[in-house]
């Protein structure tokens, strides 16, 4: 299931969508205040009507009268889209006038010093009441008028308000809707012509994409890409040029190879074969450790992604790697100290590249140094934790300090089988950890000293 979501699709709804919950809720406040207002207006003119009925109460001897004219019954019965009755009580619950149905309010606390207004049902209608207490002089007991009107000009009115304020904004979700599709449509144009753009091109061109787009966020998407092209070109010329050097390295040792081998063929005698067969085992020995410096090298490359960084204790890597170069260094009669915490030193590496990094230190210390001379590697977690590997040996001249972390540069002279791989691996391990990397002299000791300093965990 293609689980993508379109932009405009997205766009439209998280738009669309609250201007529909904010139409629904006006529309909630629109019907109430309409029906505030409407009741209201329609409320005063049912009033009206009770009120009139008022002038029809007399008193006549000291009792109640109503008499009502033909013309004020006509009154109620002269709308013809609503029914109105009324009712005329007594405090004493008796009927003076009208239809006894009239509902009254139940509450008997009600307060009479104002209409009441209600809504009940009659003769299975809603109806709206209003119910007063009438003011009359002398009078023994309590009059009450009540008129009852069925809703249908008050639902009329509600129901053409509502529609007169529901109709332009319903036109309003549509035309913003289709003005948004458009716009959207004209506004995700670019993206897709920069898709086909993209799709069109062939996996070796590499070139920046033209910036001919004219949005913002286009322009910052072309420029990513145009960025992440750029630093693949420069990963590609850069590993083409180690493959060139890489070829260029193979073919010495293998050419001497080839011609030591056809010259101990030419000899008859085991005896005189034995320079060439010396030879074959140098070039061969100089091969095997120059394919291992170049796997090495390319897993320590980002790009191959050969390395995975987790919790690691460096003390015990660093002791490790060190015990196992100390028969090395008492070849040459050196002696190898190591000196570290008790406590173990955690930080995120990949324990083989480390080890691959600290037997490079350890070879060109061995290599590089003087005989009977001195190897210190030390180690400590404060303030960061920090690996050092120092020698008394002749050291790197200043002259010399950038060339040697260049892929296959050794200092002219340099004795042994070395290939000019070892710094710039070790360059590349500790850019790998985030870690500094510092080559300097070594104070009183005049050999060469290695600072790493590693991020904690
Ligand atoms: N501790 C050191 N003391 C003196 N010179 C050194 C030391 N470490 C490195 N060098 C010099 O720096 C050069 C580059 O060293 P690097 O380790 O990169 O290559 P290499 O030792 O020649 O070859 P590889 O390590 O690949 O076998 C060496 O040729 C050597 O002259
Ligand atoms: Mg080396």
């Known amino acids: 299931m293609n689980k993508n979501k379109s932009l405009k699709t997205e766009m439209l709804f998280r738009l669309v969508i609250p201007l529909i919950f904010f139409v629904i809720f006006d529309a909630t406040l629109s019907y109430f205040v309409t029906l505030h ?9 049912l009033l009206d009507s009770a009120r009139s009925l008022t002038q029809e109460i007399k008193m006549q001897d000291g009792k109640i009268v109503v008499e009502l004219p033909t013309a004020a019954l006509e009154i109620f019965k002269w709308d013809e889209e609503d029914k109105t009755y009324f009712k005329i009580t007594s405090s004493e619950q008796k009927m003076l006038a009208g239809d006894s149905l009239v509902p009254e309010p139940i509450d008997s606390k009600t307060d009479w010093s104002q209409p009441v ?53 319903v036109i309003l979700i549509l035309v913003t809707g289709i003005y948004l599709l458009t716009g959207l449509k004209k506004g995700l144009k670019p993206l897709r012509l920069l898709a086909e753009q993209i799709s069109q091109r062939s996996l070796r061109d590499l070139s920046p994409i033209p910036e001919t787009h004219v949005f913002l966020e286009v322009r910052t998407l072309t420029d990513t890409i145009n960025e992440l092209l750029e630093a693949h070109t420069l990963a590609i010329a850069t ?18 190879l080839k011609l030591q081998a056809e010259r101990a063929l030419r000899e008859q005698d085991l005896s005189a074969m034995q320079p060439a067969l010396q030879q074959i085992q140098n070039s061969a020995d100089r091969m095997s450790h120059l394919t291992t410096q170049l796997l090495v090298l390319a897993k320590s490359e980002p790009i191959n992604g050969g390395y995975e960084l987790v919790p690691i204790d460096l003390c015990q890597i660093a002791r490790k790697t060190c015990m196992d170069w100390v028969p090395k260094a008492l070849q040459r009669n050196m002696e190898l100290s190591f000196e570290s915490p008790e406590e173990p030193i955690y930080i995120q590496g990949d324990a083989i590249l480390l080890r691959e990094l600290l037997a490079n230190l350890l070879d060109n210390a061995i290599s590089y140094g003087y005989d009977n001379g001195n190897i ?17 040996g002749p050291g790197i001249p200043d002259i010399e300090i950038n060339k040697v972390f260049e892929r296959f540069y050794r200092i002219p002279g340099s004795t042994g089988n070395g290939c000019g791989l070892g710094l710039p691996i070790v360059k590349e391990i500790a850019d790998l950890h985030k870690a500094r990397f510092t080559l300097s002299k070594s104070g009183s000791k005049g050999g060469t000293r290695i600072d790493l300093i590693f991020a904690t965990t």
């Open 376 to 392: 210190w590697v030390k180690l400590n977690n404060y303030p960061l934790p920090c690996l050092t590997v120092e020698d008394d």
């Open 37 to 45: 207002y409407v009741d209201a207006a329609y409320d005063r003119w």
């Open 239 to 256: 590993q083409q040029r180690f493959i060139a050097n890489a070829a260029h390295q193979l073919r010495t040792p293998l050419a001497g």
């Open 117 to 169: 207004y209600f809504n009940d049902k009659m003769y299975g209608e809603s109806v709206r009441v209003v119910s007063m207490l009438v003011a009359l002089d002398k009078a023994p007991e309590k009059v009450f008028i009540h008129v009852a009107e069925t809703m249908n000009k008050r639902r009329a009115t509600m129901l053409d308000i509502l529609l007169a304020d529901m109709i332009p904004q």
